[in-house]
């Protein structure tokens, strides 16, 4: 506990707390800095931005409700780990919102660091084991993690619903942008893709989604813009 | 949708997505609310208290990490099931902090009666199946229950531990009151009981836990009392 940032170093443990368990503990309380972390969504339920521990509960209590749905056989408890873990790097690395250019440009660069300084603090198997989840998400090969990435591209989507547009208002947002996040969902779940499908269509038709479908990149159009059946 | 309370019931949803998939849909945005849930628990990472998904997300992590320290074997998916899912009921119950004594007097109570009113509104199979989740959750007859009461009960004094005592120091907490806590964590995993004791007798060294061991009630001390051996 060297580096005075961390959680545990403000109060280490007491010696009768052996040294593995202390060691899962400290990840524990450092990991509790993902609950001050922003997301660029809105909440439904109130007038602030989630962030990334409520967002990962949200998507573990939707793999619970909605594996019915994926398009392959899923083992659902290893669905909800990954999602449980799959925004811990962002501790260190922070949100890169989706509508935002600038933030994803190095946004690969700044987790693999992140993931390099925040899983060494477990024990190695547990370190070795996070760290695999965490790039089993990101590659999304597996039938798992595309459903969890379906979950994580949908969310967002629904507290849109409810907030008029919510992230789809951002200046870096445009349809094709965010028909390229429900195409994450479609390739998780052709079902949960269809319904987000149905939720941007409305969303267009109400003024809430900026561009015209088919257009390569964003056009600021007023007001709701026609779109093709 | 027709209590307008309701945050599906501010938007429906397109006729485009069936009933089954938009009472899903519907249901986990009305769990949105669980963000806004205030618990007594500070965090350690920020001058804020926690919210019950944000507590409910720690808990799922911490059954990820800690499972090994189960007493008896227990299926991992159903135990971050069982937590992810725990605190649903308080979206219309409320928080019922452990050292406030009136707020747990109909707890139970209110928890049946928001139950009664969140479930049903998923289709009838997950009412059911989630209303079953929930009261195997509160017996804590499974070992799966037992270990998810278990990490419920030593999640808060991991953030207390950061916090110079945080609930403990509350008015109606006591060493006693404490101590039943700790028993909660030792019944599903004696241990992490045994670590968990081992902060609670360093908090009443720093005076931050009211009332000497063994005695019936809470007494107002002030500063550190002597500990027996």
Same mark, same amino acid.
């Given at each position: 506990?060297?580096?005075? $940032?961390?959680?545990?170093?403000?109060?280490?443990?007491?010696?009768?707390?052996?040294?593995?368990?202390?060691?899962?503990?400290?990840?524990?309380?450092?990991?509790?800095?993902?609950?001050?972390?922003?997301?660029?969504?809105?909440?439904?339920?109130?007038?602030?931005?989630?962030?990334?521990?409520?967002?990962?509960?949200?998507?573990?209590?939707?793999? /619970?409700?909605?594996?019915?749905?994926?398009?392959?056989?899923?083992?659902?408890?290893?669905?909800?780990?990954?999602?449980?873990?799959?925004?811990?790097?962002?501790?260190?690395?922070? $949100?890169?919102?989706?509508?935002?250019?600038?933030?994803?440009?190095?946004?690969?660069?700044?987790?693999?660091?992140?993931?390099?300084?925040?899983?060494?603090?477990?024990?190695?198997?547990?370190?070795?084991?996070?760290? /695999?989840?965490?790039?089993?998400?990101?590659?999304?090969?597996?039938?798992?993690?595309?459903?969890?990435? /379906?979950?994580?591209?949908?969310?967002?989507?629904?507290?849109?619903?409810?907030?008029?547009?919510?992230?789809?208002?951002?200046?870096? /947002?445009?349809?094709?942008?965010?028909?390229?996040?429900?195409?994450?969902?479609?390739?998780?779940?052709?079902?949960?893709?269809?319904?987000?499908?149905?939720?941007?269509?409305?969303?267009?038709?109400?003024?809430?989604?900026?561009?015209?479908?088919?257009?390569?990149?964003?056009?600021?159009?007023?007001?709701?813009?026609?779109?093709?059946?």
């Amino acid at each position: 506990m060297e580096d005075p $940032d961390l959680i545990p170093a403000r109060n280490p443990f007491p010696a009768g707390i052996d040294e593995r368990l202390s060691a899962q503990l400290a990840f524990l309380a450092e990991a509790d800095k993902l609950k001050t972390i922003l997301r660029a969504s809105p909440l439904a339920a109130a007038d602030r931005r989630e962030n990334d521990a409520e967002h990962s509960w949200h998507l573990a209590l939707m793999v /619970a409700l909605l594996a019915e749905y994926a398009d392959e056989p899923i083992d659902i408890g290893h669905t909800v780990t990954l999602v449980v873990v799959h925004d811990l790097v962002e501790i260190y690395a922070g $949100d890169s919102p989706v509508y935002d250019a600038a933030s994803r440009l190095d946004q690969r660069e700044r987790e693999e660091a992140a993931a390099d300084r925040l899983f060494p603090m477990l024990p190695d198997d547990q370190a070795r084991e996070l760290r /695999a989840l965490w790039e089993e998400f990101e590659a999304g090969e597996t039938p798992e993690s595309r459903f969890a990435k /379906a979950v994580d591209r949908l969310e967002p989507m629904l507290l849109n619903w409810f907030n008029e547009g919510g992230t789809w208002r951002m200046p870096g /947002a445009s349809l094709d942008k965010v028909r390229a996040r429900a195409a994450g969902v479609t390739a998780g779940s052709s079902t949960l893709g269809a319904a987000t499908e149905a939720l941007i269509d409305e969303g267009v038709q109400r003024g809430w989604v900026r561009g015209v479908p088919g257009a390569d990149s964003a056009e600021d159009v007023e007001g709701a813009p026609r779109v093709e059946p």
